[in-house]
Every structure is written in structure tokens, then in C-alpha cells.
């Protein structure tokens, strides 16, 4: 993993996104949390949604509210989940919207980041 991908807890927009993650989860009840920031700085946050017709990583939630407000790229992408790794769907939705590089940090419900990938 290149050394610009790792998390930053010193950098406040890096943990920033993990807080927010962190607070939408736990706001919801959800299984997971996400924030996601764009280009111009605007973060977006979301939960997962667990619905019979309807399944969405909170990263998917979190892209899609920033699509819909008119963010053109990313610039970095949290999700706190129990999981271990990050899943492929969440690094689509990433590469979908602002390509391949993006970091996306994972971290546990606790909020200590478990895993920093690029999109």
C-alpha cells in the first residue's frame, strides 16, 4: 500500500470522515457508516439500508448523496463496519465516481481504522 494511502489520525479531515461514519451508524442503528468527501471539500454521510427491496452499503448511500448533489469526484472515504476487509462492492462505487487512487480507510466500530486501501 503506498504510504500516502495509510490514515492520518493527526490529519482532521482524514478522522473527521470517521467521526461522522462513526456518529451516522450509531444515530441509525446501523450495520454500517460511511462519509465520503469531495473535491471541493463537502463531506456527505450514510448508513446502510437494509430494506426488502432495497440493499445499500452505506458507502453507496454516502456516494450517491454526493452524486445528487453534484460532486464530480472524491477526494478520500470512510466506513466503520464489523467487518474485517473492505468489499469490492464499496471499492466500485468509489471507482464509479472518482476513479482508481482514492483512499478508503475502514475502521471498526470503535472508530480505530482496521484497513487503508486505494480505489
Do not use: I, W
Amino acid at each position: 500500500m503506498p504510504a500516502d494511502t495509510a490514515f492520518d489520525p493527526a490529519d482532521p479531515e482524514s478522522a473527521k470522515l470517521v467521526t461522522l461514519a462513526r456518529s451516522t451508524r450509531a444515530r441509525t442503528q446501523a450495520a454500517e457508516g460511511a462519509c465520503v468527501r469531495d473535491r471541493d471539500g463537502r463531506t456527505y454521510a450514510g448508513a446502510s439500508v437494509t430494506l426488502p427491496t432495497l440493499q445499500l452499503t452505506a458507502l453507496q448511500v454516502a456516494v450517491a448523496m454526493a452524486v445528487s448533489s453534484g460532486a464530480r469526484g472524491l477526494e478520500e472515504a470512510a466506513v466503520v463496519s464489523g467487518e474485517a476487509t473492505v468489499n469490492e462492492a464499496d471499492l466500485s462505487v468509489v471507482r464509479d465516481l472518482a476513479g482508481p487512487g482514492v483512499p478508503l480507510h475502514l475502521a471498526a466500530p470503535n472508530g480505530a481504522v482496521v484497513a487503508s486501501v486505494e480505489s
